[in-house]
Each structure stands twice: as C-alpha cells, then as structure tokens.
C-alpha cells in the first residue's frame, strides 16, 4: 500500500503542501526574529539617547549583551547589538521595516544597514528584491559598487526616486536602473600591450559573460550577428533579449573615444531590429555603445539618454579602486590569460 501511495498524486499533492507550509514558516520565523531585533535596536536607542554620553552607551550595550548571552545565547552579543541599533537608526519607521522583512532575510538586511545614504540603500533593496538575488550576490553587487556604476545614480534625486517606487510598487523597471556607466578596463588587468583587433575581440567574448552581471533577465542571444542592409552586411558585437524590459538589447564596442558616427551606426541597428526582428507585445529594441573613453560635455549635446541609446564606457586611465578590482577582473580574466598568452608566444 506504502509504494502504491508513493507515486500516487495524493501523496504528491500532500508533499507540496508540506513543503510550501515548511517554507511559508521558516519566511514567517525570519521576519519575526528580524522585526524582534528592530524592536531590540529601537528600545536600546532610546535608552542611549536619553543619556547621551558615549561612553554611557558603550556601558549600557556591554552590560545588555552581557545579560542577554547568559539566558539566551550567543545571538545577543554585543556585535549583534550594534547592528540591531543600526538596523533600527537606518529603518526608523515601523511600517517601511514590515514590509522590508516580509522580503529580505535578516542576513540581506546586515549587508545593506552600513550603508548610510538612503537612496543608495533602497537601490539595493529594490533590485535585490527585483532580482531575487542571494545574500553571495547581494553582498558582491554592493562590493563592486554597482549603484555608482549604474545610469540612474546619475540623475537627480527626485528622478531616483520615482524610478525606486515605480519599480516597488508597479514592477517597472526603467533602463537606467540596468544599464552600467562606466565599466573600467584597467581595473580588469587589460593593458595597452595587446592590438586593438585582439583587444576588442576578446572584450566581446568575454562581455557575453560580464553583461549577466546586470541581472537575471538578459538573455543572450548572439555574438556577431550579420544584419544586411542595402546589400551590404552589418555586424552587430552581442545581442541580448532583456525579459523584463520585453526588448532587445545590442551592445556594440568601439576602440577609442565616442563619436558622433556611432550613434548613427547604432540607429542603423535599432531601425533594422524594430522592422525586421521585434515581435508583437515587445518594446523597441535598446542600444549600448561601449567605448574606450567618453566625453561627458558631447555626449550630453547627443542628448543620447532622451532616445534609446545608452553610452557606458571603458576608461582606461584612471586611479586604481580595490573594491571594483576582484569583481571586474573575474569578467575578463579569460581574455586577458588569452592575450598575454598570445603576447608571449
């Protein structure tokens, strides 16, 4: 009867339930610890406060965790402490900290609380709630500094804003909150050494890979696609289909400084994607040009971000940064074994 039941859809049917109950509870236990330790940070705050004298709160932190460890264990600890009154000075309202842990663990929470500017803080929320991402990946996207590294960091704070909510609250999600600008060559180990056909090779093979770093949603779908216009063939560097965006996305790299040439190029792309590829219910395709350098004043006179492109660059000379070296480097580490390889031989 036991191995009839096996396979049976009851017996699976029964499992499910198990299993969806096993994890509706184990979300529920994590955002009652969560919320206790928001309450915890809240009440030690206050009490701090009252005093305010730093040396009081030193006491005071030291003593409660002291008492706390006794009777509850190591959870209490005085580290621990500090980070729930952190947790409480970063989410000082009730309702917003609901709602945050109902969707991130207390895990999530410990990465993003040291992070002091609030606009910065609610990128990382939202895309990590977006993107499902795990604490590994919610903790290498903030190491790499990818909000600074992103379009919308560069606008206006009332444009952050909007965009964050309508992400939050509709699940739209706006390309600037996609797209990376810059992304840094010599923080990945590519010098001047290699020709500019075998450096541009190996940057394309190796973007096919770095551009999942953008999130979960790109999908790849080409590497050199030949598109032919007027009878003369075109070739488009990497093709991707962004899925929630519900478009394509071009990526074309170009060795040297921007120039007005490429936008055209580009457009060429665009028009060609939107008559001959874009199917029904997708949005107008979407297009990247990466370069090797940019000019900021020109690229504004463009008015590039009012259309569909998108201008990220590669900066070759500038001062090295620790924390996007590991990060960056592993995108191209491949292409850089394989060119010094080449150098050599």
């Not at 955002?31 to 040396?55: P, T």
């Amino acid at each position: 009867m036991s191995e009839k039941l096996q396979g049976s859809q009851l017996f699976v049917s029964v499992k499910r339930l198990i299993e969806e109950s096993k994890s509706q509870i184990a979300v529920s236990v994590n955002a009652g610890m969560s919320f206790l330790y928001w309450q915890i940070g809240k009440a030690i705050n206050s009490e701090v406060l009252q005093d305010r004298r730093a040396e009081y709160g030193k006491q005071i932190v030291c003593a409660l965790s002291q008492q706390l460890e006794v009777q509850y264990g190591g959870s209490f600890s005085e580290k621990n402490l500090r980070r729930m009154m952190q947790f409480a000075t970063s989410f000082p309202e009730e309702k917003i900290v609901v709602s945050l842990i109902r969707q991130l663990s207390w895990t999530h929470i410990l990465a993003v609380i040291p992070i002091e500017d609030p606009l910065k803080r609610d990128f990382y929320i939202q895309m990590c709630i977006h993107e499902s991402w795990s604490v590994k990946t919610f903790r290498e996207r903030i190491q790499s500094m990818l909000y600074e590294r992103t379009a919308i960091s560069k606008k206006p704070e009332e444009t952050i804003v909007n965009d964050l909510a309508l992400l939050k609250t509709e699940q739209k999600l706006n390309p600037d909150l996609v797209f990376r600008d810059p992304y840094f060559l010599d923080f990945l180990g590519l010098k001047d050494m290699y020709s500019e056909k075998d450096l541009e090779t190996s940057i394309i093979v190796e973007l096919q890979r770095f551009i999942t770093e953008m999130g979960n949603d790109f999908a790849f779908m080409a590497r050199q696609k030949r598109i032919t216009i007027d009878n003369r063939d075109y070739y488009i560097d990497l093709l991707f289909y962004h899925r929630r965006l519900k478009c394509l996305v071009v990526v074309d790299l170009k060795i040297g400084e921007f120039e007005a040439a490429f936008k055209g190029q580009m457009e060429l792309y665009l028009r060609f994607l939107e008559r001959y590829e874009m199917i029904q219910g997708e949005n107008p395709p979407i297009g990247l040009i990466l370069c090797t350098g940019k000019s900021q004043e020109h690229i504004e006179l463009m008015q590039l971000d009012k259309s569909n492109i998108r201008v990220a660059d590669y900066l070759t000379a500038l001062p090295s940064q620790k924390d996007l070296q590991e990060k960056l480097h592993k995108a191209v580490e491949i292409a850089r074994h394989k060119l010094e390889h080449q150098t050599q031989s």
